[in-house]
Structures are given as structure tokens and as C-alpha cells.
């Protein structure tokens, strides 16, 4: 086995909440990805049918009948360190992983521009794997929230010896003191700075939600959603976007989706 990714506890969080099938697949690849040092995050696997509506409103999604609902899809993206690279998806470790997931019979959303279906050619999903031979829903769900990685070692029993007359001594139970733990030391909250705000936007132009990103660009991390109607404070503003405050943090909302009040 190779080096663990940074992110490994969280990835087998998410891959135990995957169907039976599409999970033993899934912990198949994630073995042989881990043995080729290829550091991913996997950080969306099952996912409600509330959050797919939101997906489908901002266009996120082209579906409503996403393998994310049954429990036969992963999303991914490629880490450098602890930091995920969002633009990572033409480098040569996440092309290698996308090898392992196809020799796995697992299906690309990279690949959707020629697949020869009658989706919207122009969408192409990079971070999702969705696994569909057993047909859509067709997983079960008996092994949910327990998962394992593959072991390519096996398991070889001891020979027990049968013994006679075994000489049966007494037990000594040994003398236990007991631990003082030393009381922890707690440390001053951090004190979080206030970032100034110059106005208010409200959320317009949408079906029902649009995204907030961590950075002024298409290609930023989703931090969540504003709902339409939705209130949000402004520290300022870049070319096409607004810079708001979320959780109180500087965020991006683009200009098309907010109007000033």
C-alpha cells in the first residue's frame, strides 16, 4: 500500500455511504489509486433529493435522476498536499486515475461530449464517476456506513497444537496505579477579524439558488448557496462578481445573479 492521501478519513467516510456494489468498486479503485501515490478528495457521494434540486436549479446538474440519488456516484477532485487543485483535471496523476476507474467499469463525466447520448453535449462533469452496469437504483444498501479497503495479503491461521496435561498455573493479577492526567490547557479563542461591509445585494435571476465561491471564477470551490430572494452583505467587488461576506468570510457571487439595494 502507498502513501495514504491527505484526505483519507473523509474519503472512507464517503465512500461506506455508497451502495453495496458500487462501493466495492469504488474501494477497489481507491486501493489502486492509494498504491500509485495519487492524492484525491473525495468529497460528494450520496446526496439527497433536496440538494440535487438545488444542483438542477443552478445548473450544476443536468438531471434529476443522478446516480448521486442511488448511491452509484462519487465526485473527486485532485489534491496537491491539503490543498485541492480545481484545475487539476488534465494533470497526469488525475489522468491516471481516470485510467483506474474505466478498468473498473466506471463511467467518466469527463466523456460525455462523445458519448452518444441525447444529454446536452456542451456539459462536461470532470469531478464524477458514476457506476451503471447494475442499472440505475439497482444497488442495496446492507453494508451502509462500514467500509474497508481491499487487503491483497492472505490470511493465514495459526496451527494450534493440541497440549497434555497443560500444567494450569495461577494468574497473578498485577497491581494497577492510577494515571493522573494532567489538566489540559485551554487557549484563548482566536480573535476572527471583521470584514467591512459596503452594501447589500439580493439574490435574483435564479430558479431557486445560485452558488457562492471561494474565489472570483467559474472554476472556484462551492461554498454553498444563496437562495433566491436571499439577502447578502458586500465588502466590495471584482470584475463580474460580488465580493460578499459568508460566514463571515470574503466569498464571490457573480454580478449576474445579485442586484445592489
Request: aromatic fraction near 10%; charge should be positive.
Amino acid at each position: 500500500m502507498g502513501k495514504l492521501p491527505v484526505y483519507h478519513e473523509r474519503n472512507m467516510k464517503n465512500i461506506a455511504q455508497l451502495g453495496d456494489k458500487t462501493k466495492k468498486v469504488v474501494l477497489a479503485v481507491y486501493a489502486e489509486a492509494i498504491k500509485a501515490e495519487i492524492n484525491i478528495l473525495i468529497y460528494s457521494t450520496i446526496r439527497t433529493l433536496d440538494t440535487q434540486k438545488t444542483y438542477f436549479a443552478s445548473g450544476a446538474s443536468q438531471t434529476m435522476k443522478s446516480y448521486h440519488l442511488v448511491g452509484q456516484a462519487f465526485d473527486v477532485v485532485l489534491c496537491e498536499g491539503a490543498k485541492d487543485n480545481w484545475n487539476g483535471y488534465g494533470k497526469p496523476d488525475f489522468i491516471k486515475f481516470i485510467a483506474i476507474c474505466k478498468k473498473h467499469g466506471l463511467t467518466w463525466g469527463g466523456d460525455w461530449d462523445n458519448d452518444g447520448s441525447s444529454r446536452d453535449e456542451t456539459f462536461i462533469d470532470s469531478p464524477h464517476f458514476q457506476y451503471g452496469k447494475i442499472g440505475y437504483g439497482n444497488d442495496t444498501f446492507l453494508t451502509r456506513g462500514i467500509a474497508e479497503l481491499p487487503t491483497d495479503k492472505p490470511v493465514v491461521k495459526p496451527i494450534v497444537k493440541p497440549v497434555s496435561n497443560p500444567i494450569v498455573k495461577p494468574v497473578v493479577k498485577p497491581i494497577v496505579k492510577p494515571v493522573v492526567k494532567p489538566k489540559p490547557v485551554v487557549k484563548p479563542k482566536p480573535v476572527v477579524p471583521t470584514i467591512k461591509r459596503v452594501g447589500t445585494i439580493r439574490i435574483v435571476n435564479v430558479a431557486n439558488a445560485c452558488y457562492v465561491l471561494d474565489k472570483p471564477s467559474t472554476s472556484g470551490k462551492v461554498l454553498g448557496t444563496a437562495k433566491l430572494g436571499e439577502r447578502l452583505a458586500i465588502s466590495g467587488s471584482v470584475k463580474g462578481w460580488f465580493e460578499v461576506i459568508y460566514n463571515n468570510k470574503r466569498a464571490y457571487v457573480n454580478v449576474k445573479f445579485g442586484n445592489l439595494m
